[in-house]
């Protein structure tokens, strides 16, 4: 199975500004998603990272507010630009190993609060 | 659009029970169901992978079953502990591509 890192692991940012959250995985992989967890709410699909190009990104998201990084196999950054209080979430990272069954493993997660 | 539901959203046990988490979804076009536990600030741990073909899938005390044209699938976890307490989610994989949809999961507490 893939080990999946973020960083940071939780912070509180001030509205109107951004945050970049960063997730390493420990072998190359070929799908990488970026995930929005509200609070009270089940998990919402932001974009799918893709390496070497622009990102995918779902309806109800955009590049300007979540600009996504993909610079190789292994890392990818979401940042969450001009920050407010409805951006406080968890955001997790996760990935399709081609193992036999495709499994989707996730970060733990960074959990943001904007005040 | 694919909707799932979980059901309870939920439950408190005490020690040793057997429990049914349910799962529902409203598209059968589902190329694998997932369910996973997320403990309290924590990422989520995937429990197991169902595919579409598969009826069930066993890990230890946990079951889970698969009925694609009912749309349904049932997680049982079996003598209950307080360490299984966390939410449970359940997610579906369409054909069409990676991105799995989530139901709202059941918080499941099991007493001493």
């Known amino acids: 199975s893939a080990v999946i890192s973020q960083k940071p692991s939780r912070d509180i940012c001030q509205r109107g500004t951004s945050l970049t959250i960063q997730c390493q995985v420990d072998s190359q992989v070929t799908m990488m998603f970026w995930y929005r967890q509200q609070p009270g709410q089940s998990l919402t699909l932001i974009a799918t990272?893709?390496?070497?190009?622009?990102?995918?990104?779902e309806s109800g998201f955009v590049i300007d507010k979540f600009p996504i990084s993909r610079p190789n196999l292994t890392f990818s950054t979401l940042t969450v630009s001009n920050m407010s209080p409805e951006d406080s979430s968890i955001y997790l990272c996760s990935v399709v190993y081609r193992g036999l069954q495709e499994t989707q493993y996730f970060g733990p997660g960074t959990r943001l609060l904007v005040l | 659009k694919q909707e799932v539901t979980q059901i309870p959203a939920a439950l408190s046990v005490p020690e040793g029970e057997n429990l049914v988490l349910n799962c529902s979804f409203t598209d059968s076009a589902i190329y694998n169901l997932q369910w996973f536990r997320q403990d309290p600030g924590k990422g989520l741990t995937s429990l197991l992978l169902?595919?579409?073909?598969?009826r069930e899938q066993t890990s230890g005390r946990l079951n889970a079953s698969l009925d694609k044209s009912s749309g349904r699938s049932t997680l049982y976890i079996a003598a209950s502990q307080p360490g299984d307490s966390a939410t449970y989610l359940c997610a579906v994989r369409p054909y069409s591509g990676y991105a799995l949809n989530f139901g709202k999961g059941t918080s499941l507490l099991v007493t001493p």
């Open positions: 990272a893709n390496q070497g190009s622009e990102a995918t990104y």
């Open positions: 169902i595919q579409s073909s598969q």
